[in-house]
T-cell receptor, first 109, second 114 residues
Framework: DAKTTQPPSMDCAEGRAANLPCNHS???????VYWYRQIHSQGPQYIIH???NNETNEMASLIITEDRKSSTLILPHATLRDTAVYYC??????????FGKGTRLHILP | GAGVSQSPRYKVAKRGQDVALRCDPI?????LFWYQQALGQGPEFLTY????????KSGLPSDRFFAERPEGSVSTLKIQRTQQEDSAVYLC????????????FGPGTRLTVT
């Protein structure tokens, strides 16, 4: 079973920041938080990952709480092309990744 | 550069037929993964290779499913005597080193068993 809890769906207005939450209260010390997204009819796409510190790359920012029990993926300026299912995954680097149901993000024009 | 490619993109098989699905990972990627994705669900892990060694096949649903990666690059997922419940998208992913978390996925093969 997935070790994370995400809302099933969210809406965000185009041009605004999309903030996608994820709860992972049972995360252990050596486990990372990974985010993927899957646009309709495509394979999943790796976005970002982190252990303790906040991370940023060209796609998104990842904010991890100090107790590591939750995190937020931030898409700073959402576009229609960001419409996708977003998966938050917790795993140790030697473990197989387990996708849950994810959050279906709708970007509204 | 070239990403992960899979072929065929679509496959229709009659129940009982054998099928073979091909995955070309990103050049130089050590690890290769296969997933099965049913409609409306997240991908589910099937099997994992590190170079040519199949290190984890715990997700293969039955002994009708077989995967190989004989030279440590291209991989084939074979399904024997296909059943209707095998209808799904089969995804392949690769990663550069032994980190299983940062994977790069192909577009998938949609298998329909009639």
């Amino acid at each position: 079973d997935a070790k994370t809890t995400q809302p099933p769906s969210m809406d965000c207005a185009e041009g605004r920041a999309a903030n996608l939450p994820c709860n992972h209260s049972t995360i252990s010390g050596n486990e990372y938080v990974y985010w993927y997204r899957q646009i309709h009819s495509q394979g999943p796409q790796y976005i970002i990952h982190g252990l303790k510190n906040n991370e940023t790359n060209e796609m998104a920012s990842l904010i991890i709480t100090e107790d590591r029990k939750s995190s937020t993926l931030i898409l700073p300026h959402a576009t229609l092309r960001d419409t996708a299912v977003y998966y938050c995954i917790v795993n140790g680097r030697d473990d197989k990744i387990i996708f849950g149901k994810g959050t279906r993000l709708h970007i509204l024009p | 550069g070239a990403g992960v490619s899979q072929s065929p993109r679509y496959k229709v098989a009659k129940r009982g037929q054998d099928v073979a699905l091909r995955c070309d990972p990103i050049s130089g990627h050590v690890s290769l993964f296969w997933y099965q994705q049913a409609l409306g669900q997240g991908p589910e892990f099937l099997t994992y290779f590190q170079n040519e060694a199949q290190l984890d096949k715990s997700g293969l649903p039955s002994d009708r499913f077989f995967a190989e990666r004989p030279e440590g690059s291209v991989s084939t997922l074979k399904i024997q005597r296909t059943q209707q419940e095998d209808s799904a998208v089969y995804l392949c992913a690769s990663s550069l080193l032994f980190d299983r978390g940062e994977q790069y996925f192909g577009p998938g093969t949609r298998l329909t068993v009639t």
